[in-house]
C-alpha cells in the first residue's frame, strides 16, 4: 500500500504551481513537505487527496487510500465533539470512536458543543477525525497550527502510532515535528516559477496578460 | 449515506439551522396576498392555487444556499469529497434533507393557509398532491444550483437566477394541477406530468450537482 508520485505537474486556479515532482512514501514511512509559503504544499496535497485533477504525471494510491486534512478543520459548530467525530465514523465505516478520542485526549469535551472549543482543540478534533477514517496515507497540510507544544507531541505519538501499523504520512509543516524517521522534501525545486518558463508552453492568459 | 441524512437534519434543526425559515416565509407571504389583492372574493378564490404555487417556490428558494454553502466554509465538503461517499450520493442526500426540512413543512401547511385564501373544498387533495409531487424537483434542481454556486460569495443571487427558469415546468405543472383540481376538473394529467419532471431531475440532478461540485472544488 505504497504511494508513489511520477512527474508530476499539479495547478491551483488553473495557474500551474509545480512540475516534475516525484516521489514515493512506502508503508511506515513519513515524509515532510518543505517549501516557503507558495512553494505548492497546499496544491500537491490536493492533487494527491484528488480534489484537483493533476495536469501530467501519475500518481500510484490504494483505492479510497488517502485520508486528506486540509486548513479548515471541518468541523460543524452545532454538533458536540463526540457527535461530530461519530458521524465521521459513520462516513468511513468505522467502528468506535475511542482510540481518536484517546489519542488526542478528548474524553472531557465529548459533550461540548464544537463551536466552543479553542482554535487548539478544534484542530486536535479534526485531527482525531484521521484515526476514524482508518485510511493507511494521510495528507496533512500544516496540521500543527495552533496546537500547543504538549499537543504537537501529541499529534507527533499519534503519527508514530499511525505508522508502525503499517501506514504512511506526507505533512506539510514548518516546524519540527520531533518524528525522527521522517524523511523531507524540499519541494522549492520544482515550483514553477523557479524554472525557466518558453513562451508557447506558457499559460495563454498568463502570456496574453504580460503582452 | 443514512449518517449525512441524520447530521444535516441535526443541524437543520439545531440553532441557527435555518428549519422553519422557508415555513415562516410561507405563511407570511401567503397572509400578505389578500391585504394586496383586495376583499374580492371570487378573485382570491380563482388565484388561489397559482398564489399557494408561487409562495411555496419562493420559501423553497430562500434556503437553497445553505445546501452546500455552509459545509463549503467550513471545510467539510473537501473532506466529503474526499470521503468513501460519491459526491453524487452527497448531493442526492443534501436534496433529501432539504426537501424534509423545507418541501415537506410547506406541503403540510398549504391545506390551512389554502382555507385562508377560500380555496374550495375539493380542490384540497390535488393541491396537497400537487406540491408533495412537486417540491423534491424544487430541491434536486436547487441543489443544482448551489453546486454550481458555492464557491462565490454572496452567491445566493445568482443562485435564484440561475434556479428561477428552471422551475417554470415544475411551476406549470403544479399550479395547474391545483387550479384543475379546484374547478373540479380532471387534473390527473399535469399531475403526471409533474411526477414525470420530478423523477427525471431526481434521477439526474445529483449528477449534474456533483459535476459541478469536483468542479468548484478545484
Given amino acids: 500500500m505504497s504511494l508513489s508520485v511520477h512527474s508530476l505537474s499539479c495547478a491551483r486556479g488553473g495557474i500551474q504551481v509545480l512540475t516534475g515532482v516525484g516521489f514515493a512514501v512506502a508503508p511506515g514511512e513519513a515524509l515532510i513537505l518543505r517549501g516557503p509559503n507558495g512553494a505548492g ?19 500510484d494510491a490504494p483505492d479510497d487510500g488517502i485520508a486528506y486534512a486540509g486548513h479548515a478543520d471541518g468541523l460543524k459548530a452545532q454538533l458536540s465533539v463526540a457527535e461530530n467525530l461519530r458521524f465521521w465514523a459513520g462516513v468511513f465505516g468505522a467502528t468506535g470512536i475511542e482510540a481518536a478520542v484517546e489519542a488526542f485526549d478528548l474524553g472531557e469535551l465529548l459533550d461540548r458543543r464544537a463551536g466552543n472549543l479553542s482554535a487548539g482543540q478544534k484542530r486536535r478534533l479534526s485531527l482525531a477525525r484521521l484515526l476514524v477514517t482508518g485510511r493507511p496515507v494521510w495528507c496533512l497540510d500544516e496540521p500543527t497550527v495552533s496546537l500547543d507544544v504538549d499537543n504537537v507531541a501529541r499529534f507527533a505519538r499519534a503519527v508514530e502510532t499511525h505508522l508502525s ?11 519540527d515535528l520531533g518524528l525522527p524517521t521522517a524523511r523531507s522534501l524540499d519541494i522549492t525545486p520544482f515550483t514553477r516559477r523557479n524554472q525557466p518558463v518558453t513562451v508557447d508552453e506558457a499559460d495563454p492568459f498568463l502570456s496574453e496578460g504580460a503582452l | ?12 434543526i439545531r440553532a441557527g439551522g435555518g428549519f422553519g425559515l422557508g415555513l415562516a416565509f410561507f405563511l407570511i407571504v401567503i397572509v400578505l396576498m389578500p391585504f394586496g389583492i ?11 392555487p397559482g398564489i399557494l404555487w408561487i409562495g411555496a417556490l419562493l420559501a423553497c428558494l430562500l434556503s437553497l444556499d445553505r445546501i452546500f454553502a455552509l459545509d463549503w466554509e467550513d471545510g467539510s465538503l ?35 393557509l389554502a382555507i385562508l385564501l377560500n380555496l374550495p373544498p375539493e380542490g384540497f387533495p ?6 408533495a409531487l412537486g417540491t423534491p424537483a424544487l430541491s434536486a434542481i436547487g441543489t443544482f ?3 454550481l454556486t458555492v464557491g462565490l ?21 403544479g399550479a395547474e394541477a391545483a387550479r384543475r383540481g379546484a374547478e373540479g376538473m380532471d387534473a390527473l394529467t399535469p399531475l403526471a406530468l409533474l411526477a414525470g419532471i420530478t423523477f427525471l431531475t431526481a434521477a439526474a440532478m445529483p449528477f449534474a450537482a456533483a459535476a459541478a461540485l469536483r468542479v468548484n472544488l478545484r
Fill in chain 2, 38 to 48: 383586495g376583499p374580492e372574493t371570487g378573485m382570491i378564490t380563482r388565484i388561489a
Fill in chain 2, 126 to 131: 390535488w393541491l396537497i398532491a400537487s406540491l
Fill in chain 1, 41 to 59: 504544499k497546499t496544491t500537491l496535497l490536493r492533487t494527491l487527496a484528488g480534489l484537483t485533477p493533476p495536469l501530467e504525471g501519475r500518481i
Fill in chain 2, 1 to 12: 449515506m443514512i449518517g449525512l441524512l441524520i447530521r444535516d437534519l441535526r443541524l437543520a
Fill in chain 1, 165 to 175: 501499523n503499517g501506514g504512511s504520512a506526507i505533512i506539510a509543516t514548518h516546524i
Fill in chain 2, 153 to 173: 460569495k454572496r452567491g445566493g443571487l445568482l443562485l435564484s437566477l440561475l434556479v428561477l427558469p428552471l422551475y417554470v415546468p415544475t411551476l406549470l405543472f
Fill in chain 2, 78 to 112: 473537501e473532506l466529503l469529497a474526499t470521503s468513501p461517499l460519491p459526491l453524487e450520493a452527497v448531493a442526492g442526500i443534501k436534496a433529501l434533507a432539504h426537501w424534509i426540512t423545507t418541501g415537506l413543512p410547506l406541503v403540510a401547511a398549504a391545506p390551512v
Fill in chain 2, 145 to 147: 444550483g448551489a453546486a
